[in-house]
């Protein structure tokens, strides 16, 4: 059976599990406590983080990046890449704006602080912070609504990895409550089809202990 | 003409030279001054950063992780990601530690701090990231010579993106002079073996106006 370890919260491996659940692969989701580092775990990826995948072939592929490209080339069915080299870049470079550019300016800002430093002990939130990720999320909010009043979907016509990034971000971000949607509403109506879709259910299943998401979360009409 | 916008001492900039170079790719450089945010050059990449290539068919493709695809996608002659599914995903993991992992422990404590910071007028560096960048390399050299006792080069038996992912980080690092490598001879001998490559001729003879790299830093016999 395929398997992915994973953290619950954790951007990159809800990218993995929508693209998992897109291309209709089957999996079973094992929890990982990595700052446990166990070792069994160590030998699966030296990194010691989150996504792990072990293919049905018994493969071991860390890296969500390492892990969609490699879905993709196995599992070309359903292709979530795009049709030629150009679309393709467009949406790698897409996917690389919410796993880099919004990871870094929002996500680790917001969910970093607020639940990632509970969980492994690591202290109170930094205010500072906090204050930089509600401030940050604006433009990518603008970004969300200038790409899609020009195409379908993010990075073109048909549905990509560029919107599973986005929907993998956000998604962590509205578990804390914290995308002002009400303000963005090309953004909103993006997030609503994309929230409809089969693939995101398991996400929007998750709960936290400590921490429940708010009543909207899970909500297809928001 | 292929065009490649950079800046010299940026490790994913770094990277696209020397893959297009392995792959014998012709181009013209021109350094961009991000932080002037020039608005021909935010059309060209609305994320603001380097790299960004110009292909000779006009297609206009930003981000490190989608110029390498896409390149190894259109000039699949010199192949640098490996020749199955489960080997380019060796090769993806660990070109991704050292632009995810690697950047963040080391280079940009080190880089940013030291240079970076001083040409964007972002104030001095601070110590406390400088110190936790020299602790962290050993770690990442110890990695290096873990894999190169075990493959002929990082992913396997061929040179490949992971090793020029290597390189482009570590020689930033070693621009500094902060890479011990007298401590990790194995690590040594490879970054030998790489650094004696047409393909890194170009990135040795870079300098930085204020910073002369250490004498060590183009000698092939170091």
Known sequence: MRTLYHQPLNPFCRKVRILLA????GFTIVEEPIEARREDFLRLNPAGEVPVLIDENGAVIPDSVAICEYLEECYAGVALLGATPVARAETRR???WFDDKFAREV????VDE???????????PNSQAIRAGLANIDIHLSYICYLVERRNWLAGDEISLADIAAAAHLSCVDYLGDVPWENYQDAKNWYARIKSRPSMRALLADHIAG????????????
């Open 211 to 222: 921490t429940p998401p708010p009543r909207h979360y899970a909500n297809l009409d928001f």
């Open 94 to 96: 897409l996917a690389q």
């Open 107 to 110: 996500t680790r800002n917001l």
């Open 22 to 25: 897109e291309k209709n692969l």
């Open 114 to 124: 607020k639940i990632g430093k509970r969980l492994s002990g690591a202290g109170g």
